[in-house]
């Protein structure tokens, strides 16, 4: 699929029930929210950082997420998946995030949503990038589609079908995943 596919695909997805908490939080759109640069917004640095490895000249592939995806899967390292609050890049474990919101009762829209899709029945769609030497996928959209992947699992139901939207990480950019997902 083509990045601008993908990118409208996550858009579509995500105005529905983000668009007021985006211009509350100062940006003036879905796109300014998701591609600023400017610095003085809550979870910028971590930003600039993710875009780096989408590239707008790759295509991606989609593929079923499966419990091989599951078991090589971390969050992406945005502001609300930061642990410690520091101002460095971490990821972030599937467990250790689901943990979080279950102890700290950090349920959200973007977790009711996906709750709502499943219990229609639709699909869920997720976008990420993979390494090929690290054997891992960074999760870019679609953490809280998870948490609630990982709920229905936890209480014994099958989720829907889920879809991931995966870019290979290009070689150059190798470093920039291995610092974001070990540091």
């Given at each position: 699929m083509e990045f601008k596919q993908v990118i409208d695909d996550w858009k579509s997805r995500e105005i529905k029930f983000k668009y007021n908490e985006i211009l509350e939080m100062?940006?003036?759109?879905?796109?300014?929210?998701?591609?600023?640069?400017?610095?003085?917004?809550?979870?910028i640095l971590v930003r600039n950082q993710i875009i780096q490895l989408l590239d707008p000249g790759k295509k991606f592939d989609c593929l079923d997420y499966d419990f091989n995806f599951l078991m090589k899967s971390t969050f992406a390292p945005f502001e609300k998946w930061n642990m410690n609050r520091s101002r460095t890049l971490s990821s972030t474990t599937l467990s250790s995030a689901?943990?979080?919101?279950?102890?700290?009762?950090?349920?959200?829209?973007?977790?009711?949503?996906?709750?709502?899709?499943?219990?229609?029945?639709?699909?869920?769609?997720?976008?990420?990038?993979?390494?090929?030497?690290?054997?891992r996928i960074m999760i870019v959209d679609g953490c809280e589609t998870l948490i609630a992947y990982l709920r229905m699992l936890a209480i014994g139901i099958q989720p829907v079908n889920c879809k991931i939207f995966l870019q290979i990480v290009d070689d150059s950019l190798e470093n920039l995943f291995f610092n974001i997902y070990h540091s």
């Open positions: 100062g940006f003036k759109s879905w796109e300014d929210y998701r591609f600023s640069f400017s610095e003085n917004k809550p979870g689901y943990l979080m919101v279950y102890q700290n009762n950090l349920w959200s829209s973007s977790y009711d949503f996906a709750i709502n899709k499943m219990a229609r029945k639709e699909d869920l769609t997720l976008v990420g990038v993979y390494s090929r030497n690290l054997d």
